[in-house]
């Protein structure tokens, strides 16, 4: 790697953690906040959301890829869309165009500062008993710090969707395609993307570790066990499932067979549900299970 695109990939202060999970396909994580994914085809890059917008992601992508890149959106959520505007095409699901273009979410980014500061003053105390005792924690696992004056500057723009895609769409990259399968119930304009035949699976936030958020003000919990099931019915495509949030983004198949069972047993109301809050401060009820956990309204 030249040493441009060295300081690319570290970003301010070492911001981005970036490491191939196959050829052509990377990881582009802002640790502890949310994870970008990159397929490069023969023809054009898809870049699978465009993170926080607290750094710059183009600059990561081009020391990747020299093709031309298409954007694709798990969903608007604005921790997905932040480096969008950086982009001139961008493909989202159908039922996320117009709340992409009105940048309602906008109003959470102030919510979210105190989590994150937060999140970051507990790592400090995790970090040091890593250090000591468990050595666990590797550079993509280090959660990392928001920058001083954040709150002044952050400003995600609302963006305009080139295109929309439903269920069973492809798109094609040149030599390799992402197959575009709904998986509402975090979101109502969820998507999860098959990298057809090469058994990945990019989770969106329809799959995380950690806390699953069924508990947005456009989830639903009964939805979102219908999508984990129908993934869980195609586990046996996968051997990688790559996931958004925590500090664990990338799991096995079987994931979606335990959380397709967990997350039905919450809709059902067979889970034990005990107080929590969420990274935007609301009080939430959370079920915990081995790996994730899920979150619904209190
Ligand atoms: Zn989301
Ligand atoms: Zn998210």
Redesign the pocket.
């Known amino acids: 790697m030249t040493t441009e695109a060295h300081r690319a990939r570290e970003g301010v202060n070492g911001w981005w953690a970036v490491d191939a999970l196959a050829p052509g396909v990377w990881r582009i994580a802002e640790p502890g906040h949310v994870a970008s994914f990159l397929v490069e085809g023969d023809r054009r890059a898809a870049l699978i959301d465009t993170g926080m917008g607290i750094h710059p992601i183009r600059p990561v992508v081009s020391s990747l890829t020299d093709r031309p890149v298409v954007v694709v959106n798990t969903?608007h959520?604005f921790?997905?869309v932040g480096g969008n505007a950086e982009f001139d095409e961008i493909v989202i699901h159908a039922a996320g165009a117009d709340r992409l273009a009105a940048g309602a979410s906008l109003d959470l980014v102030p919510r979210y500062l105190p989590y994150a500061e937060a999140a970051a003053a507990a790592f400090t105390a995790y970090e040091a008993a890593d250090r000591t005792w468990f050595h666990q924690l590797t550079d993509d696992r280090r959660v990392r710090p928001l920058p001083p004056g954040l709150a002044a500057s952050w400003n995600i723009r609302p963006t305009r969707a080139t295109g929309t895609v439903v269920d069973g769409d492809e798109i094609d990259l040149g030599g390799r395609a992402l197959r575009v399968i709904e998986g509402p119930g975090?979101?109502s304009d969820g998507i999860v993307l098959e990298l057809a035949g090469e058994r990945i699976l990019f989770g969106g936030?329809t799959v995380n570790t950690g806390p699953t958020?069924a508990c947005t003000p456009d989830s639903d919990v009964a939805v979102l066990a219908g999508s984990l099931e129908r993934l869980a019915s195609m586990a046996d495509r996968f051997d990688l499932v790559a996931c958004c949030h925590w500090l664990v983004t990338v799991v096995g198949p079987e994931m979606l067979r335990s959380q397709a069972k967990g997350i039905r047993d919450v809709a059902e109301g067979r889970a034990d549900l005990t107080p929590a809050v969420d990274c935007l401060g609301v009080a939430v009820r959370e079920a915990r299970f081995d790996g994730y956990s899920v979150l619904v309204p209190a």
């Open positions: 969903h959520h921790d997905h975090h979101s936030d958020y």
